[in-house]
């Protein structure tokens, strides 16, 4: 079972190809995690994008391939990757938010 | 070679290559109170697959004996009902040689008293359909998994839910789950809510395949140290058989299967019956599921009723309305037979406008509502969005349809 700790939302996968969608969310960064179905148990992993959320009240965001994080959608094969991954991003999220407020605002 | 120590039934350790002292699964849990197991037991969270909770389900259900022919998406989960036979948490399991003989195998062995488990999806379904529409009439309370599936032409193994509509008038108690969580609760009650007296009815568990089936879901399930009741197969609507005193009698009654003006009275009181039964088993549903339906936000002028895999798209769907600061209802409907009708009219009493999306080209449920609301509710009723074939349903497409449902309807 994936962490539970920034978890803003659980889902179904909102495209609709079944599976299952955990959304995290750290300042105005996060990342998405979608499981959807797969012919094996053996096959079933996690798809995983760095996002930017575009409001502070909703759940609404963009993929953001810009980090440091990733340039890609990433897969892991447990759920025990995934957590090391999230604990590390969560951590990444924090820092980039404290460097993004020293810059200066575009005029 | 000595029979299992403590085992009711004829399998031997040796048979089963086992240490001589072992002891099947089932023998090692406790018989628990139905509504505890539902209501009280401690549960953990898993991440488990459809199928995966179904096992965990059988594991629970003191299964006597699962007869089963393979198809997909319904394989993998009969795949897990080996390994509980193997473990012994299911007495009696063989693959039959297909579906109009595992449909019949198994009314035998529910006749015979015990609790009968079988599965199957689409194609299969409607190839076993005489047997299974025989269930009824037959008072056999059979538990059925059913993983839907694409059954029409073309060819597609993808999700689709169009053969519950042939359930729909058979007598047979059917329920539609959501998701995983769904597919390991329902079958538990389904068991308990068929073997009541005043009930014995077989009960089909439909769930929408692979999107559940073959996917990881949070599951929360009790202590595999607890299982339900047996199935006391003297205790029903009609005497189970005698097969250590053969011949057994395999007609229920003689004069039913003669073709005179008596047989046409008793087989039409007979089937007022079955379906009498089919609404006396709500009561037990109630409390087991804690409802027929489950409402979100009641006091909306617009709703979405749906069942299946599309209540977890309606959910999205109305949470993001939320967000905009729209407030829009979402009736689930657990169980299909007996229809909920009562609860559905309570819960869109206020309603102007109600949705039913559907993964299946008849719209069965959106007919099934419009038969039940008709004349008793004053909401417009739109049958859509409706995806078929393995077509997928978006949330974003049930957003389109509830705006334009606005614009059309003020």
Known sequence: MLIQDNLLLTRSNPSGNGGIQFLYRVKDYGLTAISGPQEEISMIHWEVEVVKYQNPKTAEFEVCHTTELADKTLKFYSDKSLNEFLQKSFQYFEELDSLEKMLPEES | MANVKGSSVCRTAVDEGKPADWVPGGEKQTVVDPMKMFHELPREMQFITGSEAARESMRRANIDIAIAYPITPQSESMQQAGYLYDEGYIKEYYRAEEEIGTFSAISGASRAGVRALTATSGPGLMRGMEAVSSWP???????????????????????????????????????????????????????????????????????????????????????????????????????????????????????????????????????????????????????????????????????????????????????????????????KVKTIRPFPTTSILNAVKNAKRILIPEFNQAGWLHKEVCSVLYGRCNAVIKDGPRVFGGMTMPTEMILEWLEEFRKETK
């Open chain 2, 137 to 331: 009439g037959a008072r056999t309370p059979i538990i059925m998994l059913n993983m839907c599936r694409v059954i029409n032409t073309p060819l597609a193994i993808q999700p689709d839910n169009i053969e519950m509509s042939f359930l729909l008038n058979t007598g047979i108690l059917l329920l539609h789950a959501e998701n995983q969580q769904d597919f390991y609760d329902y079958p538990l009650a389904a068991i308990m809510a068929s073997e009541q007296v005043d009930v014995t009815l077989p009960a089909v568990v439909s769930v929408d395949g692979f999107f559940c089936t073959h996917a990881r879901g949070p599951v929360r399930i009790t202590p595999e140290e607890y299982k339900l009741p047996p199935r006391d197969g003297w205790r029903s609507a009609v005497p189970a058989m005698d097969n250590e005193n053969p011949p057994a009698r395999i007609s229920r009654d003689a004069p039913i299967q003669k073709s005179n003006f008596i047989s046409y009275h008793m087989h039409a009181s007979w089937q007022q019956e079955v379906f009498a039964a089919v609404e006396r088993s709500a009561k037990y549903f109630d409390k087991y599921l804690g409802g027929l339906v489950e409402v979100i936000n009641p006091d909306a002028e617009d709703f979405i009723i749906a069942s299946g895999c599309a209540v977890s798209q309606a959910r999205e769907a109305v949470r993001q309305e939320g967000e905009q600061g729209r407030i829009v209802g979402l009736v």
